[in-house]
């Protein structure tokens, strides 16, 4: 008779959980580039190197994607060549799915708690949400026109001169040692995302079967003493 409250909890808490999480999809506010600019604290050009996934948490959600990217242009934060960058697994949770062996101009950030989780040794995150922009191959400071017509996500627009305008002065890092970007952490920056609810899956999942539980096994608790004092 437990057990199968128990079960019959859980599977509850299952259902409720994923229906919450089909209810909230990734939706992003309005984005100019002047926006993507100021909200990031590493803005960069780089071709994606490596692609690590990471295997689920203990309740079977799907953590972050880490890609390692080649930087060969910097228009904001440190002047690295090498940038490791956060993005959440599914598009239910605004992930931004970067293909190895293309290049991108990146909007990455370092305060995203509570939007992306933390992965230990890697300082920053990016999302749908970030204004990230598909570009043509190359090494130098994007033009006009540079962005790749297949598969463009970009909220902030095409690489046009406001696009251009915006990254402001570029930095080659081609003369640099490879190393990890790093980036200030700038409160406030997550003011971006607005409706979306991929911080709910994770930790909804955790509050409701806990809860669950916990009012099954007080249930069994009264029971078990209601008979008692029968007997």
């Known amino acids: 008779m437990t057990l199968r409250l128990l079960a019959l909890l859980a599977l509850v808490a299952s259902v409720l959980v994923s229906t919450s999480t089909a209810a909230h999809a990734c939706s992003c506010s309005d984005l100019t580039p002047a926006k993507a600019m100021g909200y990031a604290d590493a803005v960069f050009t780089g071709t994606v190197a490596e692609v690590r996934a990471r295997a689920a948490d203990a ?6 994607i880490v890609y390692t990217f080649r930087a060969d242009t910097v228009y904001k934060g440190a002047a690295a060549a090498e940038f490791t960058v956060a993005t959440n697994p599914d598009s239910a949770s605004c992930e931004y799915a970067f293909e190895k062996g293309a290049r991108y101009l990146v909007f990455a950030d370092s305060d995203l708690s509570g939007l992306v989780e933390k992965v230990p ?14 570009v043509d191959p190359g090494s130098g400071p994007l033009e006009p026109g540079d962005e790749r017509t297949a598969g463009h996500e970009s909220l902030a627009g095409p690489v046009d001169a406001e696009l251009v305008e915006a990254l402001g002065a570029p930095r080659s890092v081609r003369e640099l040692p490879a190393g990890t ?7 406030g920056a997550a003011a971006r995302e607005t409706g979306s609810g991929w911080s709910w899956p994770v930790g ?3 509050v409701v079967l806990t809860l669950a539980l916990t009012t099954g096994l007080a249930l069994i608790a009264g029971r078990r003493r209601a008979a008692a004092r029968r007997g």
């Open 181 to 187: 970007g790093s980036a200030t952490t700038r409160p």
């Open 59 to 64: 309740f079977g959600a799907s953590r972050p």
């Open 204 to 206: 909804g999942a955790v």
């Open 121 to 134: 040794g890697v300082s920053l995150a990016s999302s749908l949400c970030a204004g990230n922009v598909p």
